[in-house]
């Protein structure tokens, strides 16, 4: 059976998806599916199997967890749920895709589980029986024939990029671990392309399967010039303010993910003295057709919107499109971009990429035939000598258009009582009214090259272990400051939980966009950790890593302070008298601050 896309997308809301996922998608803001996911949730919430084809970065994992997510049973203390991805990063990231959909289904656990990963943690973890388990072929074979993962119980099985595994030479262990799962299971199997040997296995392996194969749009318009910056989330309002202000543009769209984003970002471009507006599905449709009839007059330069409310949009003024949030798939990118650069007109594009977002830079690059070329972000130089120009400009302006007579008067006046020199009173003058916009340089974001051609930091000289990690040992007692720019964080998870630093750093720099090498000093304790993160992190963002699991339990993250406080409150008063005597291993009794 095939299924085509259909003209028309349904909401998430009329997929018929169960209600605390349909809650937790909500909440994201997120509006309508990509095409893989409107085509694929339906039979797969029906029990079918599906043989997806689709390009990296179409929106799979949603595909499948959202409808699957509703067969498990939190109460059953036993993996229901497999997924198999060719590389542990990808594990990671489904596995933590999963867990946010899965937020307001109780007591159900996700647990990644990947080779390079101690073992004795994955079976800690184990031991805690999670429902779904996402992992690379190799180690999840390992674990079934120890005897530590048993499938007995599954419900659904999902392989995940099935070329790829091809690829590496994972094919075999995937069939091994296939014959292992109940011939009740249902199975998803999505490939950017059907090569022999995946038919095969789909063959031999599915049941009837619905096939559903998304077309991706190949071209972009040639009049668009598109290029990149490499940016982390902590930085992104600060590169698009230095963007904003050194960029001549005549309007600009700017795209975000969520509804809720729109409003936030417009706010905060406002504040900065843009005239800009949110355009999202919330809004109704007299107000949107008010600020996009504002855009074409010319009374508003910026809008902010979701791929949604962006659709079929025609400015004629349109000048630039920033991609402020990755889009889900390469068609939103193609669509969002295609918001310029029409009727042969010029159009430039710009798109904001997190490192761990880089797989769909490439699958971009992949789907369009063209190359995205790194951008070289404005620096602080750039933007003062631009603030100098302009008020320059607006110098020449006002002396040929207004009348000044009066305001001649009074400078004379006060030059006259004060016998001051003219031109400090003019200079005087500039710096009053310079106060919101500065015409020095004023750094807003740190200035650094993209990822791979950063040099190596002192940090990095630090001894590695035998897999090439940064040794992240504890280096600093409770009351120790944290290093220059960075704040102290407390996470609840500690040694009891079976953490170790390179959980919270994956951890951290997947959901927050923040390079590896940007995560200062980690502390573990026995029942929470301390990690120095870059200052000035936004609120939405510090809201966004308190939510964050790792090996099963939320950071909650908090001010590093407070944490040592309570943990000081938590210990038992200093006794008085004789001194205990120190453990025979010489160990030091934990500092009390």
């Not at 080779?115 to 994955?122: D, L, V």
């Not at 769909?360 to 190359?371: N, P, V, Y």
């Amino acid at each position: 059976m095939s299924t085509e896309q259909q003209p028309t997308t349904p909401t998430f809301a009329e997929l018929g998806l169960a209600s605390p996922i349909l809650k937790a998608v909500q909440e994201a803001g997120y509006e309508t599916p990509s095409p893989i996911q409107a085509q694929s949730i339906p039979p797969l919430l029906a029990g079918r199997d599906l043989l997806g084809q689709a390009q990296t970065g179409t929106g799979k994992t949603a595909a499948f967890a959202l409808p699957l997510l509703g067969r498990i049973d939190p109460k059953m203390k036993a993996p229901q749920m497999l997924v198999l991805a060719p590389t542990r990063e990808l594990a990671i990231q489904v596995a933590e895709a999963i867990q946010s959909y899965a937020r307001h289904m109780k007591g159900l656990h996700v647990l990644p589980i990947y080779g390079g990963q101690s073992m004795g943690i994955q079976l800690r973890q184990l031991e805690r029986h999670p429902q779904v388990i996402v992992g690379t072929p190799g180690r999840v074979l390992d674990h079934i024939r120890r005897g530590t993962l048993k499938l007995g119980d599954l419900k659904v099985l999902v392989l995940d990029e099935a070329d790829e595994m091809l690829r590496m030479g994972f094919i075999d262990d995937v069939e091994t671990i296939l014959k292992e799962t109940p011939e009740s299971r249902q199975v998803a199997l999505f490939s950017a392309t059907m090569p022999t040997a995946i038919h095969r296995v789909a063959t031999r392996y599915l049941k009837d399967p619905v096939e559903i194969k998304i077309k991706s749009l190949t071209s972009t318009v040639d009049t668009i010039n598109q290029r990149y910056w490499q940016v982390t989330g902590m930085h992104k309002l600060d590169a698009l303010t230095r963007i904003l202000e050194v960029e001549t543009f005549d309007a600009m769209i700017i795209f975000v993910r969520t509804k809720n984003s729109t409003t936030e970002l417009a706010e905060k471009l406002e504040a900065r003295g843009y005239s800009c507006s949110p355009l999202n599905g919330d809004m109704n449709q007299a107000a949107r057709e008010k600020a996009i009839e504002r855009v074409k007059k010319g009374k508003l330069d910026i809008l902010v919107a979701t791929d949604v409310a962006a659709r079929g949009l025609d400015i004629e003024r349109m000048s630039h499109v920033v991609n402020y949030d990755v889009p889900y798939d390469t068609e939103s990118y193609v669509h969002r971009i295609g918001r310029t650069g029409r009727a042969g007109r010029k159009g430039e594009a710009i798109l904001f990429i997190a490192p761990r977002e880089k797989r769909m830079l490439f699958a971009i690059e992949k789907a369009t035939r063209q190359t995205i070329t790194l951008m070289q972000l404005p620096s602080t130089e750039d933007v003062a000598d631009k603030r100098v120009m302009e008020f320059k400009q607006q110098l020449s302006e006002t002396i040929e258009a207004q009348d000044l007579s009066f305001f001649e008067a009074v400078v004379s006046s006060y030059q006259q009582e004060h016998n001051a020199d003219p031109i400090e009173v003019a200079a005087a003058l500039a710096y009053l009214v310079q106060k919101s916009r500065p015409l020095k340089p004023v750094k807003h974001v740190q200035e650094r090259p993209a990822r791979e051609d950063r040099p190596s930091r002192d940090r990095d000289d630090r001894p590695r272990d035998s897999r090439g990690e940064r040794d992240r040992s504890p280096r600093r007692s409770s009351g120790q400051q944290a290093e220059q720019g960075m704040d102290s964080y407390r996470v609840e998870v500690g040694k009891s939980d079976g953490v170790e630093a390179k959980n919270l750093v994956g951890a951290i720099a997947n959901e927050a966009g923040i390079d590896s090498k940007d995560i200062g000093r980690i502390t573990i304790l026995d029942d929470y950790s301390v990690i120095d993160l870059p200052e000035g992190m936004p609120k939405d963002l510090f809201q966004q890593l308190g939510k964050v699991w790792v090996n099963n339990k939320q950071l909650n993250l908090s001010p590093a302070k407070e944490g040592f406080e309570h943990a000081s409150r938590d210990r038992k008063p200093r006794r008085t008298g004789k001194p205990r005597m120190r453990p025979r291993d010489g160990a030091k009794r934990p500092s009390r601050g």
